[in-house]
């Protein structure tokens, strides 16, 4: 029996927005990543808070987009020293 090796675009989009080797995320893989709700990311989205890049006709999150807004909420709700 032939085994095949299973292609990272092949599995679950659950299982996909947890893989640390993507580079480009879809919307709903990012709000996943974020814990938060896919039209909100949206709304993140088009405020310009969270960063996206066009592929063609598609949009996509880049990976360091993603901890670079995690890293801006955190930043903005630390206490004043």
Known sequence: MATTKEHPAD?????????PTLVLLTVEEAARRLQIGRTYCFRLIRTGQLESVPVGR????????V?????????????AA
Not at 58 to 65: G, Q, T
């Open 11 to 19: 599995r679950a989009p659950a299982a996909r927005a947890g893989d």
């Open 58 to 65: 598609l949009r996509r999150v880049p990976s360091e987009a």
């Open 67 to 79: 901890i670079a807004f995690a890293a801006q909420l955190r930043r903005a709700h630390q206490p």
